[in-house]
């Protein structure tokens, strides 16, 4: 099983603050997904990444994949309340079905 | 369409019963799996299934059987259950493996006491 390290665990920040939360490994993923769940709900799809140095943007979310293809980072602009959730990472590296390895998430907490 | 639907939303069992989760599809996928999530844990792979009558281990299969009759439903079995299987469980379905869009249930929440 390929390890995915997020950090920081935990993030509470003040309305209009950015900030960028990191997926780490030593191992080289073929693609990578940010997820993100609200509480009582399933993980919904963010975006997916698959090229070294691929950076994607979704409104005030910048998505990079490192160029290694073993890391990669979130960051938020002007974070609002409604960013808060648990962002959580998955990186496949091929072999099947069961290739897709879930980071343990990012708890982040957006106060008005 | 109705996506992933999980039944129930809620559980309480004593230890040693044994339950089925419920969860189907109305996409058409040909793959779906079963997560627990444990804080601190994130989520793990119980089983999937890459196929109606294919199932396959995941990283904790212990404890849990899956069967894929049809393309819609995946069900989960508890054969006697345990409070380490106190969890969250997430059933879920994609067209494919790799980048592929994952859609998840709403989760069933599952207390063994």
């Known amino acids: 099983t390929q390890l995915l390290e997020q950090s920081p665990q935990f993030l509470s920040i003040q309305e209009g603050e950015n900030l960028t939360v990191y997926c780490n490994s030593s191992?080289?993923?073929?693609?990578l997904q940010w997820y993100r769940q609200e509480p009582g709900e399933g993980p919904v799809l963010l975006v997916t990444?698959?090229?070294?140095?691929e950076v994607k943007k979704l409104k005030r979310l910048t998505f990079q994949f490192g160029d290694a293809r073993k890391d990669s980072s979130l960051h938020i602009t002007a974070a609002q309340p409604g960013d808060t959730g648990l962002y959580l990472c998955a990186g496949y590296s091929g072999g099947g079905a069961d290739g897709l390895t879930f980071g343990k998430g990012t708890h982040l907490i957006i106060q008005p | 369409n109705a996506g992933v639907t999980q039944t129930p939303k809620f559980q309480v069992l004593k230890t040693g019963q044994s339950m089925t989760l419920q969860c189907a599809q109305d996409?058409?996928?040909?793959?779906m799996s079963w997560y627990r999530q444990d804080p601190g844990m994130g989520l793990r792979l119980i089983h999937y299934?890459?196929?109606?009558?294919?199932?396959d281990q995941g990283e904790v299969p212990n404890g849990y059987n899956v069967s894929r009759s049809t393309t819609e439903d995946f069900p989960l079995r508890l054969l006697s259950a345990a409070p380490s299987q106190t969890s969250v469980y997430f059933c879920a379905s994609s067209s494919g493996v790799g980048g592929y869009e994952q859609y998840f249930g709403p989760g069933t929440r599952l207390t063994v006491t």
């Open positions: 996409m058409n996928h040909e793959y």
């Open positions: 990444v698959v090229t070294g140095g």
């Open positions: 299934s890459v196929g109606a009558g294919i199932t």
């Open positions: 191992s080289v993923f073929s693609s």
